[in-house]
C-alpha cells in the first residue's frame, strides 16, 4: 500500500503559475505510473498528465507544453508545474499511483483559476 498527500494548489489568476506536489508514504522507484487527475464540478474526473517509472510522460492535449510533470524517487515525491493556468484549469487535483499491486490515490487539492 502507499499514502499519496497533494499540495501546492490555491487561487491564483488567469496566467499564473502553480506547482502541485503528491508525497508518497514509500518508495516510489518500483511504481509503475504516477500521475494527476482533474475533476471539475459537474465533469468526470480526467487525466492531466502520468510518468512512469522510466521517465515517460503523458498529457492531455489540452496542457501540452503548458504543464509539466516530474518525479524525485529520492523525495517519494511527484510533481505538476502548471503554468499559463486558465479559468478551466479549476478542480480538484488527485494524485494517483498505479502499480502491479493495485491503484492508490490521494484526497485532492483544490486549483482555482479566476479570470
Known amino acids: 500500500q502507499v499514502q499519496l498527500v497533494e499540495s501546492g494548489g490555491g487561487l491564483v489568476q488567469a496566467g499564473g503559475s502553480l506547482r502541485l506536489s503528491c508525497a508518497a508514504s514509500?518508495?516510489?522507484?518500483?511504481?509503475?505510473?504516477m500521475g494527476w487527475y482533474r475533476q471539475a464540478p459537474g465533469k468526470q474526473r480526467e487525466l492531466v498528465a502520468s510518468i512512469t517509472s522510466g521517465g515517460s510522460t503523458n498529457y492531455a492535449d489540452s496542457v501540452k507544453g503548458l504543464f509539466t510533470i516530474s518525479r524525485d524517487n529520492a523525495k517519494n515525491t511527484v510533481y505538476l508545474q502548471m503554468n499559463s493556468l486558465k479559468p478551466e484549469n479549476t478542480g480538484l487535483y488527485y494524485c494517483?499511483?498505479?502499480?502491479?499491486?493495485?491503484?492508490?490515490w490521494g484526497r485532492g487539492t483544490q486549483v482555482t483559476v479566476s479570470s
Open positions: 494517483f499511483a498505479s502499480s502491479t499491486w493495485g491503484t492508490y
Open positions: 514509500r518508495s516510489i522507484g518500483s511504481i509503475s505510473t
